[in-house]
């Protein structure tokens, strides 16, 4: 049988938008009145959600600490190469100038072990064990850079192996290779930061949940009643939402506070070591776009949890 | 106004019908009590008319609309055309008397200076004007029936249903809120009671539909 809707009274008579405003604006500030009423209880939620986001977003501004870091390292793809000790400077010399004729090689600069030492002296900090050494322990050592030196990975690894039979030649190391360790673990880092996002993020949904379904059961009378007088379900449902909103808000707030207070407590110790390394490395704070994200995030949590929990509770109570 | 065609109830936890192939009408206007021992149905059927049970078969027509078959959806704006009262007054005592008798009006949205003047006119109309702020625990039994019935009829339902109005007043006080009743009725506001105080029923006057064990025995009045 078709349903009759003509004779059904809908609102729209008396609707108008400022009044629809106003219950909303009504609506966000009573449920911060309740919060204010229990206030340890609003605290103690908030701050659960704070410190369970506050981890993966603290691992996220650690790695990106970390790549900023490995970032300041000069990345062009040099190769260094360790001369034998027995080779003079002159014959380290006519080898730079013929590794200078290769046409894979951009650049070739020989560092004289004489100066290499003086430098290390000055910089290391070891200059008393240096004086106490009777020879030069340094071989003369040839930085060269190679052209296509990211693109091309297989002619690299070809000119290494090429230089390696080179009896003068002890060692040669491409200054690369632990950077693209440190990447390629980054990465990984940041692959398991995502994950313990989703899996951290399941868990504020079901704080979010649990908290709002405590909050129905103790209001359940109120709610009994507004749907007697002919409340909608979108009239009983927006007080909760409000009250996600304000735990996902001010949990998102409070982590992003969290994570740049301590970033804040271990700056001073990483700045005066990075200063040992002579390094101007000092650690960021979490960008303010990510902030907000991370704020955004909360609050779509706080809203979303708390709009399953009270769809499923009225559902289950309209038959 | 109010018609119910066949209509049985039997709750899904099992057991007997609750309500057993129920027919009668009200007219618009019509001022009827429905009396029975506990038990005999009769806050089941007042469910049915609010859509807070749906009937198992049968018809329950409002306002020739078949409320058994309304969309979730629709159901909060068939209640708004019916008033509600309660034996326990089902008050909210965190709440003002004035939050309580503005509820109906405030989840239609309705204009902050207009619902103002219709709780006054409600409040006034039950004899509770000046009584706005105080918290309803802080009024007598009779009083805070009052407040139910100045929320049911604050949004000017064409309907009233009440659930054992006057189950914990005494014979004078029942009889003063029976009357009021009697006032909204002679507006042309429908009114049905649900009570089993059969001597008050009796010096009313009213139509009487009395239920016994689910079935309706007999209309007499």
């Keep these: ?319 | 106004m109010l018609q119910f065609i066949n209509v049985s109830k039997r709750y899904p936890s099992g057991g007997a019908d609750a309500l057993k192939n129920v027919n009668f009408e009200l007219q618009n206007g019509e001022m009827a009590f429905l009396t029975g021992h506990s038990g005999a149905g009769k806050s089941t059927l007042l469910k049915l008319i609010a859509v807070l049970e749906r009937s198992t078969q049968g018809q329950v027509m409002l306002d020739n609309q078949n409320i058994g078959r309304l969309s979730k959806r629709n159901i909060p704006y068939a209640r708004r055309k019916i008033g509600m009262i309660f034996q326990d007054h089902r008050l909210l005592h965190d709440h003002t008397v004035f939050d309580n008798v503005a509820l109906p009006l405030i989840i239609t949205g309705l204009d902050r200076h207009e619902i103002k003047r219709r709780v006054r006119a409600a409040l006034d109309k039950v004899g509770l004007l000046g009584k706005e702020q105080r918290y309803p625990i802080t009024l007598s039994g009779g009083e805070q029936q009052r407040i139910g019935i100045a929320r049911a009829v604050v949004n000017r339902p064409p309907m009233i249903l009440a659930d054992e109005p006057t189950g914990n007043l005494d014979p004078a006080l029942s009889e003063e809120i029976m009357r009021l009743f009697e006032q909204f009725n002679q507006v042309g506001v429908t009114v049905l009671i649900a009570s089993h105080d059969v001597s008050l029923i009796q010096r009313m006057g009213y139509r009487t539909l009395q239920l016994s064990q689910g079935e309706m025995l007999e209309e007499h009045g």
């Excluded at chain 1, 000069?74 to 200078?100: G, M």
């Excluded at chain 1, 340094?138 to 390696?164: C, F, G, R, Y």
């Excluded at chain 1, 039979?165 to 002890?170: E, G, H, K, N």
């Excluded at chain 1, 991370?294 to 706080?302: D, E, P, Q, T």
């Design chain 1, 1 to 319: 049988m078709a349903r009759r809707r003509s004779n059904i009274q809908r609102p729209i008579r008396n609707f108008s938008v400022r009044a629809y405003l106003l219950i909303h604006l009504h609506t966000f500030f009573a449920s911060l009145g309740r919060f204010a009423r229990a206030p340890f209880n609003f605290m103690m939620t908030v701050s659960v959600i704070a410190i369970t986001l506050s981890l993966p977003s603290g691992l996220l501004v650690s790695i990106n600490n970390l790549q900023s870091l490995s970032g300041q390292i000069d990345l062009n793809n040099n190769i260094s190469i360790f001369l034998n000790q027995s080779v003079t400077l002159k014959q380290a010399d006519d080898l730079s100038a013929s590794l200078q004729k290769n046409d894979k090689i951009i650049q070739s600069v020989l560092i004289n072990k004489e100066a290499a030492l003086k430098e290390f002296r000055q910089y290391s900090g070891f200059s008393s064990a240096i004086t106490i050494l009777d020879s030069n322990p340094l071989p003369h050592v040839i930085q060269i850079t190679p052209i296509n030196s990211i693109n091309d990975q297989a002619s690299l690894k070809l000119l290494v192996n090429e230089l390696k039979q080179r009896p003068d030649i002890q060692l040669v190391q491409m200054d690369m290779g632990w950077l693209e360790r440190l990447n390629g673990i980054l990465n990984i880092a940041q692959r398991g930061v995502s994950i313990i996002t989703i899996l951290l993020g399941f868990a504020v949904l079901l704080i979010v949940s649990n908290t709002i379904r405590l909050e129905l059961q103790h209001r359940r009378d109120e709610i009994d009643i507004t749907r007697l007088v002919g409340a909608t379900h979108a009239f009983v449902r927006r007080p909760f939402i409000y009250s996600g909103f304000w735990y996902g808000f001010l949990g998102g707030i409070l982590a992003c506070l969290l994570v740049n207070l301590s970033v804040w407590l271990i700056h001073g110790p990483t700045s005066s070591l990075a200063t040992l390394y002579s390094s101007s490395f000092s650690l960021e704070f979490m960008p303010l776009n990510h902030a907000l994200s991370w704020i955004a995030f909360s609050v779509f949590l706080g809203v979303t949890g708390s709009w399953i929990v009270v769809s499923r509770y009225l559902n289950e109570l309209e038959s």
